[in-house]
């Protein structure tokens, strides 16, 4: 193989990134396996790697995870620029502007959990809202408002324990990233950092 | 990773029960105020195409309306209406029963009357015969 002339240093926060980022699609694309009643209504588990990155490494580091992870997924599962495909850029970009706000919420208060559920409606709120102006131009949509918010309470608790229960068990003082998810698979060595 | 309900529990914070049970609220309200659409708020009469009788379906009571063959019965009682009687030859209105959604209607033909329920979201947005 020709040495490539471009030489890229990835620093450790690249590949945490790219990790964590990989981590997260693999649950997507494992996820879109599961059969569901209603199209929109998904468990959402890659969100359970953005509340940790969220919880260990800040804001900056869980948007660069779950955008990246958005255009990968939907490469992956041929859903790039496809209606889907903004249905959950749109989710992902408005539950990434909440849990911004939302981790400033009191600690002793308020955990994973709470992040998850807000997060979680934020990402129904603006799917439902992109619908409503571009795909389905009509209030019906509006008609499975409660579904969809149900699912956002289930889903997003059921996310948010799962997240705060890895997020224990990896004792956040300890600085090694490396066990996240059971499924999580280190990134290809070699691998450029996405920039 | 054990399914220990207790352990699972300790993760739970305050803050994240109350906006658990908040949720929950509002996906109740979200089926009480989207999912309420097919109720009837009232009950309009008509009579060779005039309106006789515009009546809220707040508590019972009987119609009596007139036509050409005779005299009509609407009966209306709490969210349900029917056409109790009629002197139609073939009684379609009158076995069609209670009406329940809003939008349904019973016609007597013959005798030119009918009975339509009124609602904020009807189920039908216009009927054809």
């Known amino acids: 193989m020709t040495p490539s002339t471009i030489e890229l240093r990835p620093t ?12 997260a699609i693999v649950l997507t694309v494992a996820e879109a396996a599961i059969p569901l009643p209603l199209p929109g209504v998904k468990p959402g588990l890659a969100n359970i790697v953005t509340l940790i990155v969220l919880a260990r490494w800040g804001w900056r580091e869980a948007v660069w995870v779950s955008l990246l992870r958005v255009l990968a997924g939907s490469l992956l599962l ?11 850029l749109s989710g ?22 709470s992040h998850s559920i807000l997060a979680a409606f934020a990402h129904i ?8 102006l571009w795909l389905v131009p009509h209030d019906g949509v509006f008609y499975l408002l409660p579904v969809f918010a149900l699912a956002a309470v289930v889903f997003g608790l059921v996310n948010g324990l799962v997240a705060a229960r890895l997020l224990a068990e990896l004792s956040p003082e300890r600085g090694d990233p490396r066990p996240l998810a059971p499924a999580a698979p280190s990134a290809p060595a070699g691998d450029s950092p996405e920039r | 990773m054990s399914l220990d309900a207790a352990r699972w529990r300790a993760l739970l914070r305050p803050g994240d029960v109350l906006l658990v049970v908040a ?12 999912w309420r659409g097919g109720a009837p708020d009232g009950a309009v009469v008509r009579a060779g195409g005039r309106v006789v009788a515009e009546v809220d379906l707040s508590r019972e009571r009987l119609i009596e309306v007139s ?3 005779g005299v009509t019965v609407i009966e209306i009682r709490p969210g349900r209406a029917r056409v109790a009687s009629d002197p139609g030859p073939r009684q379609y ?6 009406l329940t959604q809003a939008g349904a ?12 329920l009124t609602g904020r979201a009807a189920d039908y947005d216009s009927l054809n015969y």
């Open chain 2, 93 to 98: 209105c009158v076995r069609q029963g209670w």
């Open chain 2, 23 to 34: 949720g929950l609220a509002l996906c109740a309200y979200a089926v009480v105020a989207l």
């Open chain 1, 12 to 23: 450790a926060e690249d590949r945490r990134i790219a990790r964590h980022a990989a981590a």
């Open chain 1, 92 to 113: 992902a970009l408005a539950s990434l502007l909440v849990l911004g706000l939302a981790m400033h919420l009191p600690r002793r208060w308020f955990g994973p959990v």
């Open chain 1, 78 to 88: 041929g859903q790039f620029l496809a209606p889907g495909f903004f249905l959950s």
């Open chain 1, 125 to 132: 709120g603006a799917q439902l809202v992109v619908a409503r």
């Open chain 2, 67 to 69: 036509g050409p063959l």
């Open chain 2, 105 to 116: 209607v019973a016609i007597c033909a013959p005798n030119e009357v009918s009975l339509s």
